[in-house]
């Protein structure tokens, strides 16, 4: 089962602004600089400062999962298309975010899991969700999401840079970022 996004954070609330600056100077970086791409990857950093809204996928039992191959099992057995989707999506939103900000998170715990392999399914979820995305719109942004997963990493990679700046700190104290908003 996976959960709708909660605790969303105010579109109004200066963390958004904050995180969008600091992902178009991240993209800038690589010579990045698609509209719809930056809108995304600034909504998933606003979203996702809210931990409950990384692990909103639960098994039968209610364990929320935290592994690629736990999720990846979940979506393959979800008989609707609209719901799987979301699982694909959810899951490329999860490797982008891991591999750009904390790809160490890959190295320990439970499962290793190989940087190549996270990627290439972050890819491919992003492209299932691309291929399954009824409106056209949106069907653009996560097919750029797949064909410049890296990129998109490297990109996310500078916005963890800019974050850890002493300066970024002190703004995140703040604007309280490390309470729920």
Known sequence: MIEETRRAIPADHPIRQLFRELTERGMNQLNLRDADTIQYLSDLLTQFVQIENMYRIEDESGRRLQYLVDILEQ????????IRRDYYK?????????????PESLTYGRRTVSPDFY????????????????????????RKLSEQFEQCVAGLH???????DPFYQYMFRQFEITRTC
């Open 119 to 142: 990627a290439q399914q972050g890819r491919r979820s992003y492209n299932i969700v691309a291929e399954m995305q009824p409106a056209a719109g949106s069907t653009a942004v996560y």
């Open 158 to 164: 500078w916005v963890k840079l800019y974050i850890n």
């Open 90 to 102: 959810h899951l490329g939103d999860l490797t982008l975010f891991n591999l750009g900000l904390f």
């Open 75 to 82: 979506a393959s057995r979800e008989p609707s298309p609209a």
